[in-house]
């Protein structure tokens, strides 16, 4: 049995119990959207260099166009050749590992064919009237070659910072990677291979 005291003394605590409940029924979901803000924040740098590898991807109707029109095939393998030369050269410069460069720069353009590809099936039917062709080597080229050395170099940066690229940033990849013909099967060998470069 309790005493007169003991129950007056229960009393503020019952009160205080459901102050607190209430209290913790307000504040607890803006505490956990807070929370979740902060884990799936983005990251600026890293959405900087999947936005400009997104506007990479954006030329590959302009390619396919180029190509259609002066009938270039789509695979020019001795190219593709001097561009992985040229990347483990710019690598070693830059102070990346040469061969984990290469393997992002050989998904980028293995990934970039598969959506000329797609382009060229969809011509087939319906003709690009809106698109004007543009000269691959003096027009695209010269904007993808800018692309690709801003891509080297913020990449090298945000590895110098201690960052990396992986898993906690495939989402936002995917997300920023929204051009017409890719798959999610592309994205993920392009991120995958982004992944795997790394600093010398």
Do not use: C
């Not at 190509?67 to 020019?76: F, G, L, V, Y």
């Not at 830059?94 to 980028?108: C, D, K, R, T």
């Not at 011509?123 to 003096?138: I, N, R, Y």
Request: aromatic share 8%; no cysteine; hydrophobic share 45%.
């Amino acid at each position: 049995m309790f005493s007169s005291a003991d129950k007056e003394n229960i009393k503020p605590m019952k009160h205080q119990s459901a102050w607190l409940k209430r209290a913790m029924t307000y504040f607890l979901p803006i505490i956990l959207v807070l929370l979740a803000a902060t884990w799936t924040r983005a990251d600026p740098v890293a959405s900087g260099i999947f936005e400009l590898i997104n506007q990479r991807l954006a030329y590959m109707q302009y390619v396919a166009l180029s190509k259609a029109s002066t009938h270039t095939p789509i695979a020019n393998y001795d190219r593709e050749l001097k561009v992985l030369k040229k990347a483990k050269t710019e690598a070693k410069q830059l102070g990346l590992n040469a061969e984990s460069l290469s393997f992002f720069v050989q998904a980028q353009m293995d990934v970039a064919k598969a959506i000329q590809y797609r382009y060229l099936a969809d011509w087939q039917v319906d003709k690009p009237s809106h698109l004007t062709a543009m000269d691959l080597d003096l027009k695209i080229r010269p904007e993808l070659l800018k692309i690709d050395k801003e891509i080297v170099t913020k990449l090298k940066s945000y590895l110098d910072s201690g960052q990396t690229i992986d898993g906690h940033l495939q989402h936002e990849f995917f997300k920023a990677i929204n051009i017409e013909h890719i798959t999610d099967k592309d994205k993920a060998i392009l991120f995958n291979s982004l992944e795997k470069v790394r600093l010398r």
